[in-house]
């Protein structure tokens, strides 16, 4: 979270402002650790942080050890009140502003950091090291520790603040797939109304009249005028012979409906309509069940308790019919033959 932080804060160039030892208030980039020079000469570098929100915050200073020191400056020509000028003290330069009303040639006091001794001086509060027992160490570290409650809740705030500043990509995030799974279901609806729901794609079907199936097959339409109407009635008749609206009628009585297979009649369909149409393939095979060998067979059977009509149920699944084998065998030697 720390690091997203400064990382956003540097893209936008936003600041804070950090207050010196010597009381100079500075301008810094949020999560600039670079070693910085105030307009008043001194030389520091800011250690950061995060709040209980998430938020970037100073919570550390380091200076290099030096010591303030009140000097009078003389306005030059030409510098106007809250401009800078260079001044130089024990051989070090320092920019201090002029202020406001000043007048060239008067003078003015100003207050400067001169470096007396090399390293950095910390401003925190603790400047003294202090020898801790394993005990005392392991207790402060118990304390240090936080709450997983309290990071998660810390971790759900900053994720909320972060995420509230980027509203337009999550408006995106959230609109750009709806908007596309609109564009897809139109042209499925399109695709539909245009191609797929015209009689002319679909194989001609002439279920009963309280058939489910059929009205959503046919448009909510009576099947024999959706596919056959009354006004091709001649057509039909002269390119099948029959007429086909009362073929569909007949059928309709008869067929069980809820997309049976005998209820279509691919027999009438056009070029078009004969792809969509169900068409059985290949021979139709009895149901064979396992029968036991005879020498696995018991001489002594044993007897069970139940009704005729429950072991004959249960011969049927386990020994097929005669004329069942035969057929069967029939289709294939007619296979082999041919």
């Known amino acids: 979270a720390k690091q997203s932080e400064k990382e956003e804060a540097l893209s936008m160039n936003r600041t804070a402002n950090v207050t010196l030892k010597t009381g100079e208030v500075v301008g810094v980039l949020l999560g600039n650790e670079d070693e910085l020079v105030s307009p008043a000469g001194v030389t520091f570098k800011v250690k950061w942080g995060t709040d209980e929100d998430g938020n970037l915050i100073a919570v550390d200073t380091e200076e290099k050890g030096g010591q303030s020191k009140s000097i009078m400056v003389t306005v030059p020509e030409g510098v106007r009140g809250g401009e800078q000028v260079e001044v130089q003290v024990e051989g070090q330069a320092f920019n201090v502003t002029v202020p406001e009303g000043a007048a060239p040639g008067s003078t003015f006091q100003a207050q400067v950091m001169v470096d007396t001794a ?13 020898k801790l027992t394993e005990e005392e160490l392991q207790e402060r570290v118990e304390k240090l520790q936080t709450p997983f409650a309290q990071q998660a809740n810390a971790l759900f705030k900053k994720n909320l603040s972060l995420q509230s500043r980027k509203w337009v990509t999550n408006c995106c995030l959230l609109l750009v797939p709806i908007f596309f799974i609109a564009i897809i279901l139109l042209l499925q609806l399109l695709l539909e109304i245009v191609f797929l729901g015209q009689p002319t794609v679909r194989c001609p079907y002439c279920g009963p009249s309280d058939d489910s199936f059929g009205k959503s097959y046919c448009n909510g339409k009576n099947c024999a005028d959706y596919f056959f109407p009354a006004s091709s009635k001649n057509d039909y008749i002269k390119k099948f012979g029959v007429d086909v609206n009362a073929q569909c009628v007949a059928v309709s009585k008869t067929c069980p409906g809820k997309g049976d297979p005998t209820c279509f009649l691919p027999q009438y ?18 149901n064979l069940g396992y029968s036991t060998p005879d020498v696995f067979r018991s001489k002594n059977p044993i007897l069970y308790t139940g009704t005729t009509d429950f072991a004959s149920k249960v011969a049927s699944k386990l020994i097929p019919k005669e004329e069942d084998t035969s057929a069967y065998m029939s289709s294939i030697e007619s296979l082999t033959s041919s």
């Open 269 to 286: 369909a056009e070029n078009t309509q004969f792809a969509f149409c169900p068409v059985d393939i290949g021979i139709k095979q009895p």
């Open 118 to 130: 090399p390293g950095l001086t910390s401003t925190s509060s603790e400047t003294a090291l202090v």
